[in-house]
């Protein structure tokens, strides 16, 4: 099945411990991008990868880090996370040319930082 | 499942209606406009999208209809039924040469189908 995986799905943790949330797809898709969600604010872009080791800020890049060493993951990396940083975080892929069916969404990561 | 957003416009439909979705959006250089539907508990799903250069489109029991004079797209769903009960977003699209395709996501519209 044609899939992004993200995990963990719910995570609870302390200011100032790093912590990745892990993201995959089965597709082959060269594009992939991090949102966050937030009540009020819709989906914000975090930060996109066009392909392997290409990657570029999206619009609320702040306190965050990624990497893309392979074309199938595509990790978030909070080195130092704040309570700000409570949200709903979501992560997609697609090909590089439009796609018909737009993104593919994972199913979300639900993460609280108290 | 988690709450996606508690300060939502909600469009409250009694089930067998039509639905229709409003829309605004800003960037004049988007090519694509893209409607998704969150489901409690899950990522948005494609429902349909439309080219720039058209001005309507219909799929199964939905059509979008795009206004680029006023930069208005609406989502109609035709005998909503209570599977129907989500967020819809729409979304534009705009493909930056070195930066693919960029969404920009619209704050969502909570649709409750009332049996």
């Known amino acids: 099945e044609a899939q992004v995986t993200q995990n963990p799905r719910y995570l609870i943790t302390v200011t100032g411990k790093k912590l990745t949330v892990t993201c995959s797809q089965n597709?082959?898709?060269?594009?992939m991008s991090w949102y966050r969600q937030d009540p009020g604010l819709g989906l914000r872009q975090i930060y996109y990868?066009?392909?392997?080791?290409?990657?570029d800020k999206g619009d609320v890049p702040e306190g965050y880090k990624v990497s893309r060493k392979e074309k199938r993951n595509f990790p978030l990396i909070l080195e130092s996370p704040s309570p700000n940083q409570t949200s709903l975080y979501f992560c997609?892929?697609?090909?590089?040319?439009?796609?018909?069916?737009?993104?593919?969404f994972g199913s979300g990561t639900r993460l609280t930082v108290v | 499942g988690e709450s996606v957003g508690l300060h939502l416009p909600t469009l409250s439909v009694q089930e067998g209606d039509n639905s229709i979705i409003n829309c605004a959006y800003s960037?004049?250089?988007?090519?694509?406009f893209i409607w998704y539907k969150q489901e409690s508990g899950k990522g948005p799903q494609f429902i349909i999208d439309?080219?720039?250069?058209?001005d309507k489109r219909q799929g199964q029991r939905v059509t979008v209809l795009l206004n680029k004079t006023v930069k208005h797209l609406s989502l109609q769903i035709a005998a909503t039924q209570p599977g129907d009960s989500a967020v819809y977003f729409c979304?534009?699209?705009?493909?930056?040469?070195?930066?693919?395709?960029?969404?920009?996501f619209g704050g969502g519209t909570r649709v409750l189908v009332k049996p």
């Open positions: 990868s066009m392909n392997v080791e290409v990657t």
């Open positions: 960037n004049s250089a988007s090519d694509y």
């Open positions: 979304a534009d699209r705009e493909m930056i040469k070195a930066a693919g395709n960029k969404l920009t």
């Open positions: 597709m082959n898709h060269e594009y």
């Open positions: 439309i080219r720039s250069n058209m």
């Open positions: 997609a892929s697609s090909p590089i040319r439009h796609s018909p069916y737009g993104y593919t």
